[in-house]
């Protein structure tokens, strides 16, 4: 019988990475390796294979179906706090102007108190905003703008990155992955 998989160019075969806990390592980004990590992660024994695609891979000895998710054999404890990026910035204000709300306007960071005022680059100080509401609020304070804030900045956990990161499937999933992504989705009866 024929199966789609067996036409996928090696390339478009990414594995999930799961941990020693079978959770995924990462919701956001969503932890997967390329085909050849993974590989080379099995045949050195760092890994379980939980799933695989149907597209073989051949060397001159051996035939081997690739590994569509993996579970790591020794848990990898995740930090507790993320690094202050722009992308972690944004995925802790779930991709929103933390002024009006919106998410489909060209996205920047504002200082709630500005640099000018002794505001700092810090997780309680820096915010997601559209272009033009950061324009509008300029070197003022919320207060000072008469712009409220839609919710007060925080330094998030890991794990808080991870739960909004949940809200924003990447582009591809692969049938197999599904049981270990969205497992806490309500069951069809």
């Given at each position: 019988?024929?199966?789609?998989?067996?036409?996928r160019?090696p390339d478009?075969?990414?594995?999930l990475v799961?941990n020693?806990?079978?959770?995924?390592l990462?919701?956001y980004?969503l932890?997967?390796?390329p085909?050849?990590?993974?590989?080379?992660?099995?045949?050195?024994?760092r890994v379980?294979?939980?799933?695989?695609?149907?597209?073989?891979?051949?060397?001159?000895?051996k035939v081997?179906?690739?590994?569509?998710?993996?579970?790591?054999?020794?848990?990898v404890?995740?930090?507790?706090?993320?690094?202050?990026?722009r992308?972690?910035?944004?995925?802790?204000?779930?991709?929103?102007?933390?002024?009006c709300?919106?998410?489909?306007?060209?996205?920047?960071?504002?200082?709630?108190v500005?640099?000018?005022q002794?505001?700092?680059?810090?997780w309680?100080?820096?915010v997601?905003?559209c272009?033009p509401?950061?324009l509008?609020?300029?070197?003022?304070?919320?207060?000072q703008?008469?712009?409220?804030?839609y919710?007060?900045p925080?330094?998030?956990?890991?794990?808080?990155?991870?739960?909004h990161?949940?809200?924003?499937?990447?582009?591809?999933?692969?049938?197999?992955?599904?049981?270990?992504l969205y497992?806490?989705?309500?069951?069809?009866?």
């Amino acid at each position: 019988m024929f199966h789609p998989d067996l036409i996928r160019h090696p390339d478009s075969c990414p594995t999930l990475v799961l941990n020693a806990d079978y959770t995924p390592l990462s919701y956001y980004p969503l932890s997967i390796w390329p085909w050849q990590t993974a590989v080379k992660a099995v045949f050195l024994e760092r890994v379980d294979i939980v799933a695989h695609y149907e597209r073989e891979v051949r060397s001159p000895t051996k035939v081997m179906r690739l590994p569509s998710v993996i579970a790591l054999k020794q848990f990898v404890k995740p930090s507790q706090f993320p690094a202050f990026t722009r992308f972690n910035l944004f995925l802790r204000d779930t991709f929103a102007c933390q002024y009006c709300g919106s998410a489909t306007r060209e996205l920047t960071f504002d200082h709630v108190v500005p640099r000018a005022q002794g505001g700092r680059t810090t997780w309680e100080n820096v915010v997601t905003a559209c272009a033009p509401c950061n324009l509008r609020k300029g070197g003022r304070t919320p207060k000072q703008a008469g712009m409220p804030l839609y919710s007060t900045p925080i330094r998030p956990t890991s794990w808080q990155l991870q739960e909004h990161g949940r809200r924003f499937p990447p582009n591809y999933l692969h049938e197999t992955w599904h049981d270990w992504l969205y497992w806490d989705v309500e069951l069809e009866a």
